[in-house]
């Protein structure tokens, strides 16, 4: 559909900003560590510069005056003890993870019959630990395992419950990242920003991924056959709640 996200929705900017700005500065924290190993002199020198990225990143959004006081102010007070205990977890991981990437952007072209599609999608993060890539989102709230756990449920349901959405996000990215060769050798999972108890949240399942890929292939090709069958009307959700921090919600005026 090539559809692009609003640019200008004011009225949520606050919300649907914080989890730019923090992701933002996780990437500038990050961005000179492509293929690096995370080392104590690379977390003391994240330590010694976030607060200033942080800023940065505000002021992209607020002005200084902006920033003295009320909501914009809390949010950053807020947003720097995220990133500080976030480095602070990091701590467990010194010299057992490699950067390999970040932001990072990947297509497919994926065929629907006689047609192909494009799909595509940006990894927050993947690093690579105790010999396995780890497809890495990084979320601003909070997610507890249950939300990543499949085993014993259909796995058809991540394609239509949003209950599963997490799940489905996550196999998204792996699909797309597949390599042939090294496809036991990968795993997905999410960074809750806000948990107490931080470290990467894996995907909770009791078969192999290359079995995953193969199920999540045909339900995504199910999946969009029936996005680009135009005998099949669009319509909205009944359940708003979807809608709140959808990025295409003011085209159907929710």
């Given at each position: ?83 500080k205990n976030f480095l602070d977890s990091e701590k467990n991981i010194v010299g057992k993870c ?55 449920k259909d796995f058809n349901l991540i394609f239509d419950d949003p209950k599963f959405s997490k ?88």
């Open positions: 559909l090539d559809l692009s996200k609003n640019e200008e929705v004011e009225e949520n900017i606050e919300a649907s900003t914080f989890g730019t700005i923090i992701h933002e500065t996780l990437y500038d924290l990050y961005s000179k560590s492509k293929k690096s190993i995370i080392s104590e002199e690379l977390l003391e020198s994240m330590f010694a510069s976030y607060q200033d990225l942080l800023l940065k990143n505000f002021r992209k959004f607020y002005s200084s005056r902006g920033m003295k006081s009320g909501k914009n102010r809390l949010s950053f007070e807020i947003s720097k003890k995220i990133l490699q950067i390999i990437d970040l932001e990072k952007e990947i297509s497919k072209d994926f065929k629907v019959d006689n047609k192909t599609v494009k799909i595509k999608g940006k990894i927050d993060r993947i690093d690579k630990m105790d010999g396995f890539y780890r497809i890495i989102d990084y979320k601003t709230g909070f997610v507890n395992d249950r939300e990543l756990n499949i085993i014993g799940i489905f996000q996550l196999y998204f990215y792996m699909f797309l990242f597949y390599l042939p060769k090294e496809s036991a050798d990968l795993c997905g999972g999410i960074i809750s920003l806000k948990n107490k108890n931080m470290g990467l949240i894996k995907i909770i399942d009791d078969i192999s991924f290359e079995e995953r890929y193969n199920l999540f292939s045909k339900g995504l090709l199910n999946l969009l056959r029936n996005i680009l069958d135009k005998n099949i009307s669009f319509k909205q959700t009944d359940d708003i709640k979807r809608c709140k921090f959808c990025e295409f919600k003011s085209i159907c005026n929710r």
